[in-house]
């Protein structure tokens, strides 16, 4: 239990989270893919930096499904492959979420605050977007937290991770990234549960899904993660899995790309923001099917695992504008 760290909240809040940066650089492909991977081993030996080559948001792309049905979808050619060269290539609007995950990789560590890894659950993400990414730049990432709240056997942490474009110092997008700690609650000093946020509560607000029929429905299949929970079995059990899992982000990506395609017409710019809540685990090769009912400019969604018949994560999505008719 943290109790016995020592653990101080107030402590907590004060604290500062070192400030990095994160590169896209074009990996051209004659004569600087050595020099691009030498100044990412260099960047990543400082811990100062955190490169990004451009083929990272194709492996993304690709990773949550895109063009996976049809090699030359017209909705998702552009996330992997451009013909006037990869500075056109678009990205993701989820791509989003890696901003957050590359500003802490020491882990969501708080002064004081101890926690077993491996019991680390992802709660919810919220990403708020201000304009389209670029293909290659240098982004700023500033972190600060957000919410701590004492929940007795757990803690949740909220972070907010803030990322601007270094060059012209304007803000790009805005991650709130919610974890849920096991065995690192009852630090509170009263009988009243320790609770704190700095931001408007509504945004965390539980979603209602619709009792009609959804706007539409699509199946993906799912692929795995590098993080040892998704991948060695021993890690999974000892988190009371009885197999890896996907990794929650994956299935916010699938997703985000199936009301894109449904209801933005294959325009990811119209996204404005994004909530995800993960609800349960999702077993890599299981089905997704992503239900989306549109209210206004809000698209309610929910992602179910086929095979199990049970709805593993829930959210909206706001838009800018309905998409135009082709």
Not at 28 to 49: H, Y
Not at 69 to 83: F, G, M
Request: positive net charge; aromatic residues 10%.
């Amino acid at each position: 239990m943290a109790e016995s760290s020592g653990f101080d909240p107030q402590l907590a809040l004060s604290h500062k989270f070192p400030e990095r940066k994160t590169f896209f650089l074009r990996l051209l492909i004659f004569g600087t893919v050595e020099n691009a991977s030498q100044r990412k081993r260099r960047a990543i030996e400082s811990g100062k930096l955190y490169l990004f080559e451009s083929r990272d948001s194709v492996l993304y792309a690709l990773g949550v499904g895109a063009c996976a049905r049809d090699a030359v979808d017209d909705d998702e050619l552009k996330y992997v492959y451009h013909a006037n060269g990869e500075q056109f290539l678009q990205v993701l609007p989820t791509f989003a979420a890696l901003f957050s995950l590359a500003s802490m990789p020491n882990g969501f560590n708080l002064p004081g605050l101890e926690y077993d890894q491996r019991l680390l659950l992802h709660g919810q993400q919220y990403i708020e977007l201000y304009r389209p990414f670029p293909s290659s730049g240098c982004i700023h990432n500033k972190v600060s937290l957000a919410g701590l709240h004492d929940k007795g056997k757990a803690a949740i942490i909220e972070f907010e991770t803030k990322s601007y474009e270094k060059e012209s110092g304007e803000l790009l997008c805005m991650n709130r990234t919610t974890v849920f700690l096991r065995g690192a609650g009852g630090f509170s000093k009263s009988s009243q549960p320790y609770s704190y946020s700095n931001y408007q509560t509504d945004k965390a607000s539980a979603v209602k899904i619709p009792k009609t029929h959804p706007f539409a429905a699509l199946l993906y299949r799912l692929s795995g993660d590098y993080n040892p929970l998704h991948s060695d079995p021993m890690v999974a059990k000892i988190a009371g899995f009885s197999r890896p899992i996907l990794h929650g982000l994956c299935a916010l990506g699938f997703a985000v790309r199936a009301i894109i395609k449904c209801i933005c017409k294959g325009d990811p710019n119209l996204i404005k923001s994004i909530t995800g809540r993960f609800l349960l685990h999702v077993y890599p090769g299981e089905t997704l099917v992503t239900e989306m009912w549109l209210d206004d400019l809000r698209v309610v969604y929910q992602a179910k695992v086929k095979e199990r018949n049970q709805t593993v994560l829930s959210g909206y999505v706001d838009i800018h504008r309905l998409a135009s008719s082709p």
